[in-house]
């Protein structure tokens, strides 16, 4: 494997996506979780600016970064009233998951270096033109039309149903 | 015309009845039952009349099949002749003015619609006995209308006396009826119908007989008759009767004076064809017994309605000795004048107590309970001591309205109450001439006398004798009625000053029976050629009678001679054969010897009777009382009533109930033992073991696999802990597990 | 950078996500498991999306862009049951809310 700055870049982006994950999982403080999901959502933005998806990268940021990682904040903050919980961990579950959890990436880390079809599928480095403008042509003109009007619609009978749902109390 | 006119007599009561029962069903009384049931009555009295036109000629007959089992088949229908029409008239005439009597007599009554209905429903009955032509059909209505005495007398049934009473009548006329049923059972096994009438009823048939069943046609008669000895009170049958009068008293005048009584009767003429020479005998002792026996008890009586009942028992006794003297025409002639002097008797002793009553209910004002009245009265009966009977017996207490010894001179507050009994009195003490009671009287004493001289039987001259002083008897028991009630001074004060006359629905009746009671009415009877009695082919003079044996029976093999339309027998009696006695029969202005010995006996023994009722009663130059401690055995066999009760109470009714303990005994000791022996059985053994094997065997499998599921249940239930990190744990293990089972593949 | 590091990254992201499902005490830190999960499901789309198919077909990024779109449904969703069970359990532990247990 040649040792380029790209290829670094991509090592630093996966390593920064992986650990931060990681540290999501472990760490105890849920605000410090939340930050650490912060960095691995840049991460998998960062990688998918790999791939050329660059309308799906802004998604990631904005969508991610700037809209769920804040209602999970909210989410901690209604719940325990201040901006830091303790993640409490069992040990005997602590063990039944991370083996369960071993397991599966034994699992798919098998099937992923066994798959013929899989292999040796390199990134050739072809520049592709930016993808915004086709997937606003694929939406709205078309084969996404109507599932694009169908999330819109679960995206508005989702947001409805919380609100409903967190309303309870007021009604009463 | 005939068919619809009986129609109509039959339906007109039964409808009304028949309102009255769909009303109750509906729950909605008809206002006016008494009116409906009147005007009913009154229609079918107007059919009567117009059928009389109808059927002077010959006897008519309507039958139709009724059931046909096997090979026998029953029919129901009509006969028509004089005599049934005649009794038509008498039940609707007497039934109509028993009801308008009613409406002031029982006006007041709780159940005032429901004793016309129940009135309805006899007068029914009885049209429907007289007018059947055979014997099913008369059973029918024999034992309708004994169901309708027995409803009438227990009328007021919150009284215990009357509810006794209603019992003892239709246990005692059962009694006899066992008897006639058997008889017809006789009859129907002989001759396989119970029609009367035709070519193949019974009259027929039983007229083909040969000499051989004289005894068994015999039994028959009699049997039958003993239906006759129930429902018409005779010996010794006789104890309901006065009971009875515990009924309302229009009650005792229509049903146990003038008709249901009277169907005994009727029943026994009806059978007439069918008599031998020893069930006519019978027939006839026990009618001149009865009518002696019960008009010496009535002599004692003190209360007014059981003088009359006796004297009924004693004149129903009269009729019977007349038809089993085989005078036919008399009998019936007497039932004709006896119901509508007797109905006149209770009519106008049901005044007398309603007077009473009324006083009880505080003057005019007639809203008053009967039931509740009588149960008072039954109280003061107490307080006249002087009643030596002091043994209860079922009816021995008098009520105070209707005993004689609370009344006296009556005849100034009652004056149409007064002359109407006075001629009723008249007529059934056989005063001459202008009253009905002494042509009938007559005809049946002088037909008597007849058939003793024509036999020159013993038996006839004794049953002559009876009946002769039974007349006597009859005459002075009635005046002493007479002169207790409506004579001399009043004895209760209180009562005389209370006491009016009754409303003119009453008197009306009274009137009206009054002017039936003379015999211009009775016309009919007098006609030899309207009723004529039936042939008796089985009745023949004994041996040495004087009638030779070839002019009694002609080739048909009917008798003859005992009726004098036959111009075979008038050709003998111009012959110079003694046989005026034998035509008396019919003529009934006496105008044979027999029949003018008669007469003048029978004015004689009348007179008699009522002097001395006059000198005992009236002037009281001789005293009841000494007489009575003179003759104090034959005192207390009357007051006793021949101790009849006493020898049904202490015989019949004790041998019943000791009977009825040695089956208890039985009952409780063997038949209970077998019963419980096996409940223990049972419950001991088998029920021990089944329970054994259900708590064990059943009840173990039961509860094993219950406990199996539960137990089964409390292991697999700590799977569903409810945290769904732990189902996801175990669905992704699967997962695992899956692929790399799978993975091979 | 071949596909196999995208879908071994993916991988590692799917199996921690999973982790913190399965062992997490707060509800919180499973709605961000849920969340690594959801983003390794749209990182392998982009990526097959990139390998698989022929450049211009771009199916697989608008499909991932649709993914972003339901977890941001489902989180929504998610907060508001969590505030629904906070309020009626007094508490937002997994194994506390056990209603449903046998």
């Not at chain 1, 880390?109 to 013929?116: K, M, R, Y």
Request: net charge negative.
């Amino acid at each position: 494997m040649e040792f380029t700055l790209k290829n670094f870049i991509f090592y630093g982006f996966a390593l920064m996506t992986v650990a931060s994950a990681l540290l999501v999982v472990t760490v105890r403080n849920i605000v410090h979780a939340a930050f650490s999901l912060m960095v691995t959502l840049f991460g998998v933005a960062g990688l998918y600016v790999f791939l050329q998806a660059d309308f799906l990268a802004a998604t990631q940021v904005i969508v991610y970064v700037g809209g769920i990682l804040v209602l999970i904040l909210f989410g901690v903050m209604m719940t325990s009233g201040r901006l830091e919980m303790r993640i409490h961990v069992e040990r005997g579950q602590l063990l039944l998951g991370g083996i369960v959890s071993l397991a599966l990436l034994t699992l798919l880390l098998t099937v992923i270096a066994n798959t013929p079809a899989w292999k040796n599928l390199t990134d050739d480095g072809t520049e592709l033109p930016p993808t915004t403008e086709r997937i606003g042509e694929l939406i709205l003109n078309g084969p996404f039309l109507l599932p694009f009007e169908v999330v819109s619609v679960l995206l508005l009978v989702a947001l409805i149903g919380a609100a409903l749902i967190s309303r309870k109390e007021v009604r009463e | 015309m005939v068919v619809p006119l009986i129609s109509l007599i039959l339906l007109c009561p039964l409808a009304a009845f028949a309102v009255f029962g769909l009303s109750g069903l509906v729950n909605r009384r008809f206002p006016r039952q008494d009116y409906l049931s009147t005007v009913a009555m009154l229609a079918a009295l107007v059919c009567s009349f117009l059928l009389l036109r109808e059927v002077v000629p010959s006897p008519e007959s309507h039958t139709v099949k009724w059931i046909s089992l096997g090979g026998v088949t029953f029919s129901m229908g009509f006969y028509l002749d004089s005599v049934t029409v005649i009794m038509l008239i008498v039940v609707t005439l007497v039934s109509s003015l028993v009801h308008i009597f009613s409406m002031g007599y029982m006006h007041g009554d709780p159940r005032y619609p429901r004793f016309f209905a129940y009135l309805s429903l006899f007068s029914f009955s009885m049209l429907f006995l007289v007018v059947s032509d055979n014997l099913l059909g008369i059973y029918i209505g024999w034992e309708l209308v004994g169901l309708c005495s027995y409803l009438l007398i227990g009328f007021w049934f919150e009284k215990d006396s009357a509810a006794n009473a209603c019992k003892k009548a239709f246990l005692t006329t059962r009694v006899g009826d066992v008897g006639m049923f058997i008889g017809m059972m006789m009859l129907f096994t002989k001759f396989q119908t119970l029609s009367l009438y035709g070519e193949g009823g019974i009259f027929a048939l039983a007229a083909n007989l040969n000499t051989g069943d004289m005894v068994w046609l015999s039994i028959a008669g009699i049997l039958i008759f003993c239906g006759a000895i129930g429902k018409s009170a005779q010996m010794p049958l006789h104890t309901w009767l006065p009971d009875a009068m515990e009924g309302p008293t229009p009650v005792s005048a229509l049903i146990h004076a003038a008709t249901m009584v009277a169907a005994g009767v009727y029943l026994t003429a009806r059978m007439f064809p069918i008599l031998t020479e020893t069930s006519s005998l019978v027939i006839a002792y026990v009618g001149g017994i009865t009518a002696l026996v019960a008009a010496t008890i009535a002599i004692v009586r003190f209360d007014i309605k059981r003088v009359l009942a006796y004297s009924t028992i004693s004149q129903l006794g009269y009729m019977m000795l007349a038809i089993g003297a085989g005078s036919y025409v008399a009998g019936l002639f007497h039932l004709t004048t006896h119901a509508f002097f007797k109905a006149l008797l209770f009519l106008g002793s049901g005044s007398v107590i309603h007077a009473f009553h009324a006083m009880h209910a505080h003057g005019h004002d007639d809203e008053h309970d009967h039931a509740h009245e009588h149960s008072d009265h039954d109280a003061h009966g107490h307080e006249h001591g002087e009643d030596p009977d002091s043994r209860h017996i079922l009816g021995s207490e008098i009520p105070a309205d209707q005993d004689m010894r609370n009344m006296g001179g009556l005849r100034h507050k009652m004056p149409i109450t007064f002359i109407t009994m006075l001629i009723a009195t008249l007529s059934i003490s056989g005063v001459p001439f202008i009253f009905s009671g002494f042509w009938s009287k007559d005809a049946i004493l002088g037909g008597v006398l007849g058939r003793a001289m024509e036999w020159n039987s013993v038996h006839h001259y004794i049953l002559f004798i009876m009946a002769l002083s039974a007349a006597g008897i009859t005459a002075f028991y009635m005046f002493r009625l007479v002169f207790m009630t409506f004579f001399g001074e009043p004895r209760n004060q209180e009562m005389y000053d209370m006491a009016h006359e009754s409303p003119k629905s009453m008197t009306v009746p009274l009137l009206i029976l009054a002017v039936l009671s003379l015999p211009v009415v009775n016309i009919l009877w007098f006609n030899e050629s309207y009723v004529k009695p039936p042939p008796q082919p089985h009745l023949h003079a004994p041996q040495h009678a004087y009638v030779s044996p070839d002019s009694n029976t002609d080739k048909k093999g009917y008798t003859v001679s005992l009726f004098g339309v036959s111009e075979a027998v008038a050709a003998e009696e111009e012959g110079g054969h003694d046989t005026h006695g034998a035509h008396g029969d019919d003529g009934h202005h006496g105008h044979g010897p027999a029949h003018t010995i008669a007469m003048v006996l029978s004015i004689c023994v009348a007179g008699l009777g009522i002097f001395l009722s006059w000198l005992f009663y009236h002037r009281r130059t001789l005293s009841a009382e000494s007489v009575a401690t003179t003759f104090r055995p034959i005192h207390n066999l009357f007051w006793r009533k021949y101790y009849f009760d006493e020898f049904y109470d202490g015989v019949l009714v004790a041998l019943t109930v000791w009977k009825a303990r040695l089956f208890a005994q039985f009952d409780g000791s063997v038949v209970d033992g077998i019963v419980n022996g096996v409940g223990v059985v049972t419950r001991d053994i088998l029920a021990a073991f089944t329970g054994a094997f259900d708590n064990r065997v059943v009840d173990g499998l039961v509860n094993r696999v219950a406990q199996v599921t539960w137990a089964v249940g409390g292991k697999i239930r700590r799977i569903q802990t409810g945290a769904i990190q732990t189902y996801l744990f175990v669905v992704l293990a699967g997962i695992v597990l899956l692929i790399l089972i799978f993975r091979a593949l | 950078m071949t596909l196999q590091h995208y879908l071994v990254i993916s991988a590692i992201l799917f199996t921690l996500g999973i982790f913190a499902v399965l062992t997490s005490r707060n509800a919180i830190s499973i709605l961000m498991g849920i969340e690594l999960i959801l983003n390794s499901c749209n990182l392998n789309f982009a990526a097959f999306s990139r390998f698989m198919t022929p450049p211009e077909d771009i199916s697989g990024q608008i499909i991932a862009i649709f993914g972003i779109v339901l977890a941001a449904a489902e989180a929504a969703v998610f907060l508001a049951i969590i505030l629904a069970i906070y309020r009626e359990f007094g508490s937002i532990r997994p194994d506390e809310v056990d209603t449903l247990k046998g």
